[in-house]
T-cell receptor, first 112, second 116 residues
């Protein structure tokens, strides 16, 4: 079983601050996805990264896939209260098909 | 509207009483998965299905069964539920084209199961 370590697990910051969430593994993934989950709802996909070193931006969110495809980071610039939620990274098994491993998640609270 | 539906959303049952959680998607997706989400453990994959009549175990399949007789439906069956199966369950579907898929995985709203 591949493992994804996500850090930090909890983060409480003031509106306007920047933050970075990390997702690390000793295994190689064919792709890595970041999700956001609100209480009482299922996770919603934010981005998929596939190529080592790839950087994707989604408004104030910047996602990076490590060169070796074993780690990823999510950086939020000037966090807003609307960014509050649980952020999950998920790696797809390099063996193919749909075997997916999720990190524990980072619970982010942005205080107005 | 593209969606994944699960029923029931909430269920309280007793140990040993067989139950089924239904999952249906209207996007004609090939791939479907079941996950359970527990505090401190995150989302763990129970079973997944690559297409009709094709299913395989995820990381935590013990105590669960699935079937995929139709493309749109992927029910999760607990033949003899136990308290350690109390959890929040999510069904998900992805288009995919076989092999590696980077397509969007759509999650259902979740089913909160309590086994007494």
């Amino acid at each position: 079983t591949q493992l994804l370590e996500q850090s930090p697990q909890f983060l409480s910051i003031q509106e306007g601050e920047n933050l970075t969430v990390y997702c690390n593994s000793s295994s190689v993934f064919s792709s890595l996805q970041w999700y956001r989950q609100e209480p009482g709802e299922g996770p919603v996909l934010l981005v998929t990264v596939v190529t080592g070193g790839e950087v994707k931006k989604l408004k104030r969110l910047t996602f990076q896939f490590g060169d070796a495809r074993k780690d990823s980071s999510l950086h939020i610039t000037a966090a807003q209260p609307g960014d509050t939620g649980l952020y999950l990274c998920a790696g797809q098994d390099s063996g193919g098909y749909q075997k997916v491993t999720f990190g524990i998640g980072t619970k982010l609270q942005v205080i107005p | 509207e593209a969606q994944v539906t699960q029923n029931p959303r909430y269920l309280i049952t007793v140990t040993g009483k067989k139950l089924t959680v239904t999952c249906s998607q209207n996007m004609n997706h090939e791939y479907m998965s079941w996950y359970r989400q527990d505090p401190g453990l995150g989302l763990r994959q129970i079973y997944y299905s690559m297409n009709v009549e094709v299913t395989d175990k995820g990381d935590v399949p013990e105590g669960y069964k699935v079937s995929r007789k139709e493309k749109r439906n992927f029910p999760l069956i607990l033949e003899s539920p136990s308290p350690n199966q109390t959890s929040l369950y999510f069904c998900a579907s992805t288009q995919g084209e076989g092999g590696y898929s980077t397509d969007t995985q759509y999650f259902g709203p979740g089913t909160r199961l309590t086994v007494l």
